[in-house]
């Protein structure tokens, strides 16, 4: 079945270490897109790919990084510029960017020590 | 950017009752999806409805774009409809703006 592998589900970090979190998706959609989520709140958005070898910041995309080396792939690097960054990570796709559905992943838990 | 309201924010029912989530937000879209995310983090695309009215099931929404809202229906509702329930919504050319969410629990 087609659909969006993140990983790792969980994972700690020290504090002042860079640590990327993979997002594969198998749905041949052209966009991807990371959101954070903290407790109890909505979700957003950190950065976006509209295609392949492009991608733009979303509203908080200080202190992280991505790439967008193939279609599948879309990792995300949380470095320790980072000052809060303790959340629930969620990558999403969508077949085009713009007025269309977006799939989500399971989620990817990191928590700071 | 455009805003993204939902209400109520906390939502407690009974087991087989019936309930209406309303999201309201501040510009004109062209892409409203509602989304329920389970205990566990999943979220899953329930309705993409910019406009006019959808069903599925138990639940069904309406959206009134020239009103700037949109609600979705629960009928005869199940402890598995628990969870947090989001209204997304995307100006022309912008990015998909999310509300805060309504949380959904239904108890046996």
């Known amino acids: 079945d087609g659909g969006i592998t993140q990983s790792p589900k969980y994972l700690f970090r020290k504090e002042g270490q860079n640590v990327t979190l993979s997002c594969e998706q198998n749905?041949?959609?052209?966009?991807m897109y990371w959101y954070r989520q903290d407790p109890g709140q909505g979700l957003r958005l950190i950065y976006y790919?509209?295609?392949?070898?492009?991608?733009q910041k979303g509203d908080i995309a200080e202190g992280y990084s991505v790439s967008r080396e193939k279609k599948e792939s879309f990792p995300l690097t949380v470095t320790s510029a980072q000052k809060n960054p303790t959340a629930f990570y969620l990558c999403?796709?969508?077949?085009?960017?713009?007025?269309?559905?977006?799939?989500f992943g399971a989620g990817s838990r990191l928590t700071v020590l | 950017g455009i805003q993204v309201e939902q209400s109520p924010p906390d939502l407690i029912l009974q087991e087989g009752a019936n309930s209406t989530l309303r999201c309201n937000f501040s510009?004109?879209?062209?892409?409203l999806q509602w989304f329920h995310q389970n205990p566990w983090g999943q979220l899953i695309n329930l309705f993409y409805?910019?406009?006019g009215t959808k069903q599925n099931g138990r639940l069904s929404a309406t959206t009134v774009a020239t009103e700037r809202y949109s609600l979705l229906y629960i009928s005869s509702s199940q402890t598995t409809d628990s969870g947090v329930y989001f209204c997304a919504v995307e100006a022309a050319g912008n990015k998909l703006t999310f509300g805060g969410g309504t949380r959904v629990l239904v108890k046996p």
């Open positions: 510009d004109s879209v062209n892409n």
């Open positions: 999403a796709s969508s077949r085009g960017f713009g007025a269309n559905v977006l799939t």
């Open positions: 749905l041949n959609h052209d966009a």
């Open positions: 790919s509209q295609i392949v070898n492009d991608f």
């Open positions: 409805i910019p406009s």
